[in-house]
């Protein structure tokens, strides 16, 4: 009976960009592991930033490892992209019925979202055909705290299994660093127009010569209250579907009528 | 008087993810040295399949180069975008009248957006508000021939320089490994549904461990007649009008109707 049982469960992909050993893994592990059967595949070194990159000119490696009790997990030294390729073509041999990501150290809303390596590994489930969702806590600290952030992924994960899902479904969810009660609840958002204003911090090394860290301040340019940043600032966890036809079609209509290339 | 008319002409930004010293780069400098001011600065090495990977965790360097005759040029230890950055910010200490990038030895259309360098620091340009265009040559030899390609440049950046363009304007333009007169027109497309179906060759190392390398066949799902894929398959130059907001407007509407996460 168990063992039927477990073979009906929902098969959850897991994976992040924090590297395997992060709090918001494991986080993420617990809020959902009585949900479904679930399998860890993640990065053995942190990987924010890492985009949609994939390891095309080395090889990869990968471990199984004992860190979650009875989860299955493996770390690779791959990408966070890397990680989902591996995990249904290697180690789960089918595609999952769902990949969650994260939860994310820090924010992924607005233009981060093409930046982030949690969101890009939801994205490649995504392009796979496997419903997807990204997880981010809007607190960098290496011991945030993930209270609220476990409730809004059980709710979230217990709500959209009892449906059939899309299989390009992908939602970047970011949470508000607020205790459980001061979350005002969820909202659907567009993804805002924010950005960094870069600077780069020009140093010289012992040797004399210079070298630069990117650093930025973040600024909102978009004044809607349909955004990520908006939901959030107001204390609401931001839901923002995204999607990977990176089409523009409204531009493609005028190109099509202006006959500049012709 | 030359000073003069120096300084009217557009300033263009090249950048590419092959490396500096790749020859598309090199004949993307020499299609457009004519049309304007031009500034390269690019990667020191191979960056293929880095998507929008930015550099958080290291510090940047970057060397002028004597590699273009009279073009200046610099080369940097980062990623396609950090390029962008560090060319807005350091080098040119303004935004360039248009951000070129390529020519890529090998195809970008359809999912390839997402995952190729070379159009991520596009998009990095388009982003801070700079119009952008991303070239790429379907051919991955070293020694590709880029004669067509280069009129295809010469003709749509001439064209476009005569317009005022908006300052987010971002196309992802895939050029036929085709002669000249054999290239049929440039085609205005939509981004294809078509991927890679992956798989990992399993090795075994010197010392008996395992390693993947990533390898996969590249397959069409779109059937469409208006994809950048059919128009290359068809011996068109495709231009794909790509977007940065990728939020799913249609899954949008359809979670808030269904109050799913209430």
Redesign the interface.
């Known amino acids: 009976m168990t063992t039927k049982k477990a073979k009906e469960k929902p098969v959850i992909l897991i994976t992040n960009d924090d590297d395997i050993t992060s709090k918001g893994i494991r986080s993420l592990v617990e809020a959902v592991s009585e949900l479904g059967t679930v399998v860890v595949v993640a990065p053995d070194s942190?990987q924010?930033?890492?985009?949609?990159?994939?390891?095309?000119?080395s090889?990869?490696?990968?471990n199984k490892m004992n860190l979650f009790g009875d989860v299955e997990a493996w770390q690779t030294s791959g990408t966070p992209?890397?990680c989902v390729?591996?995990a249904?073509?290697?180690i789960l041999h089918r595609k999952p019925d769902l990949c969650l990501s994260g939860i994310n150290h820090g924010a992924n809303h607005s233009?981060n979202?093409?930046?982030s390596g949690t969101m890009?590994a939801a994205?490649e489930a995504s392009?796979?055909g496997i419903p997807s969702i990204g997880f981010s806590l809007l607190d960098y600290n290496y011991d945030a705290d993930f209270t609220a952030s476990k409730q809004v992924v059980q709710?979230?994960v217990s709500?959209?299994l009892k449906?059939k899902l899309?299989k390009h479904?992908?939602l970047n969810v970011n949470i508000p660093s607020l205790p459980p009660e001061k979350i005002k609840?969820?909202k659907?958002?567009?993804?805002a127009?924010a950005?960094y204003e870069?600077?780069?911090s020009?140093?010289l090394d012992p040797h004399g010569?210079?070298?630069?860290?990117?650093t930025g301040e973040f600024k909102n340019f978009d004044k809607g209250r349909d955004t990520d940043v908006w939901a959030l600032e107001h204390g609401y966890v931001s839901?923002?579907?995204?999607?990977?036809?990176?089409?523009?079609?409204t531009?493609?209509k005028q190109?099509?009528k202006s006959n500049?290339?012709?």
């Open positions: 942190p924010s930033g890492m985009g949609h990159a994939i390891t095309i000119g090889p990869l490696r990968m992209v890397d390729k591996l249904v073509d290697k233009i979202v093409i930046y890009s994205m392009i796979e709710k979230m709500a959209l449906k899309d479904l992908l609840g969820i659907i958002c567009k993804q127009y950005k870069e600077d780069f020009e140093r010569k210079k070298y630069y860290w990117l839901v923002v579907p995204v999607q990977f036809d990176l089409t523009n079609y531009l493609k190109l099509e500049l290339f012709k």
